[in-house]
């Protein structure tokens, strides 16, 4: 089954880290490159994150640069988000994407054909 | 980076067109990609690169774009359409996606 499915949610104090998980499976994980994109609530989607296909490059939204590090695991089919000196603002629904169906050629235009159901994060003290 | 502007709602009646805009500077010279998302569930694409369809989604569901203003076209709503609808473009480099702040649509 093709699927992406998030893990490591959960409410944290300001400050503090997390590590987000996204498990894949039913397709090829190492030919893709992945997203996390976040909902705050009441807000709508935010990009956060991308990591290319080849896990050469990885670009970040201003608003999280220098504090969220995204990777991947290629033996273990599984995608991270490391967030550091977490913010009040950072609460949100993480949801990480599959990126496919963009346009490929420099500059990429990325676009996302596979999401996960997503996985809350609360800073709250 | 740069804004995508959308309308917050739009509510059309069962069997009716219903047209969500999306506006921004870079549009004429980016792909515009749309997702549809409902309710306690993952966002879906709907469309790609301005006006293609991804495998599985309805013929009722087109693009089309006029300068800086692209369209997502839904003919002969169905009640299953209800959702908030995101368009999303790229930023000038490989650097950054933006989306918009969504549309909901509402089938009356």
């Known amino acids: 089954q093709v699927q992406l499915v998030e893990s490591g949610g959960g409410v944290v104090q300001p400050g503090r880290s997390l590590r987000l998980s996204c498990a894949a499976s039913?397709?090829?994980?190492?030919?893709?490159?992945f997203h996390w994109v976040r909902q705050a609530p009441g807000k709508g989607l935010e990009w956060v994150a991308v990591?290319?296909?080849?896990?050469?490059?990885?670009y970040y939204a201003d608003s999280v640069k220098g504090r969220f590090t995204i990777s991947r695991d290629k033996s273990k089919n599984t995608l991270y988000l490391q967030i550091n000196s977490l913010r009040a603002e950072d609460t949100a629904v993480y949801y990480c994407?599959?990126?496919?169906?963009?346009?490929?050629?420099?500059?990429?235009?990325?676009?996302?054909?596979?999401w996960g159901q997503g996985t809350t994060v609360t800073v709250s003290s | 980076s740069y804004e995508l502007t959308q309308p917050p709602s739009v509510s059309v009646s069962p069997g009716q067109t219903a047209r969500i805009t999306c506006s921004g500077d870079?549009?004429?010279?980016?792909?515009t990609y749309w997702y549809q998302r409902k309710p306690g569930q993952a966002p879906i694409l709907v469309m790609y690169?301005?006006?293609e369809r991804p495998s599985g989604i309805p013929e009722r569901f087109s693009g089309s774009g006029s300068g800086t203003t692209v369209t997502l076209t839904i003919s002969g709503v169905q009640a299953e359409d209800e959702a908030d609808y995101y368009c999303?473009?790229?930023?000038?480099?490989?650097?950054?996606?933006?989306f918009g702040a969504g549309t909901k649509l509402t089938v009356l």
């Open positions: 690169k301005d006006n």
């Open positions: 999303q473009s790229a930023g000038s480099s490989s650097s950054y996606v933006v």
């Open positions: 990591l290319w296909s080849d896990g050469s490059k990885e």
């Open positions: 994407a599959r990126d496919n169906y963009g346009d490929y050629v420099m500059p990429f235009q990325y676009a996302m054909d596979l």
């Open positions: 039913g397709f090829t994980f190492s030919s893709f490159g």
């Open positions: 870079a549009l004429s010279r980016k792909y």
